[in-house]
Nanobody
Framework: QVQLVESGGGLVQPGGSLRLSCASS????????IGWFRQAPGKDREGVSC????????SYADSVKGRFTISRDSAKNTVYLQMGSLKPEDTAVYYC?????????????????????WGQGTQVTVSS
């Protein structure tokens, strides 16, 4: 079993940075590919970034490329989402999810494919 807990959200000004964490209290996250997703009020949940469990390959939504970086710290059993140059449109609840697939590229942005484990979410608000 995997229990995912997100943290690191908060209020930040446009242009600022935040680092979100996704930690597991169950099985090692190295056993899973991990995705970050977000859901803004009144909008569907969307994929933001993913990291594969087999080779560490990364995928990003076009809207965050060059601004966000996903990484994994196996020793801390944590996956991070470093967010920079934040914009008001990045405001959302951010979720992490785990999937046993080895390579995550093909399902990174397909929310309905992530049927295994989800965290409870952390709020990110970008506003002046």
């Amino acid at each position: 079993q995997v229990q995912l807990v997100e943290s690191g959200g908060g209020l930040v000004q446009p242009g600022g940075s935040l680092r979100l964490s996704c930690a597991s209290s169950g099985a090692p996250l190295d056993y899973y590919s991990i995705g970050w997703f977000r859901q803004a009020p009144g909008k569907d949940r969307e994929g933001v970034s993913c990291i594969s469990r087999s080779d560490g390959s990364r995928s990003y939504a076009d809207s965050v490329k060059g601004r966000f970086t996903i990484s994994r710290d196996s020793a801390k059993n944590t996956v991070y989402l470093q967010m920079g140059s934040l914009k008001p449109e990045d405001t959302a609840v951010y979720y992490c999810a785990a999937h046993p697939t080895r390579i995550v590229r093909d399902i990174c942005g397909i929310v309905k494919s992530w049927v295994y484990y989800w965290g409870q979410g952390t709020q990110v608000t970008v506003s002046s």
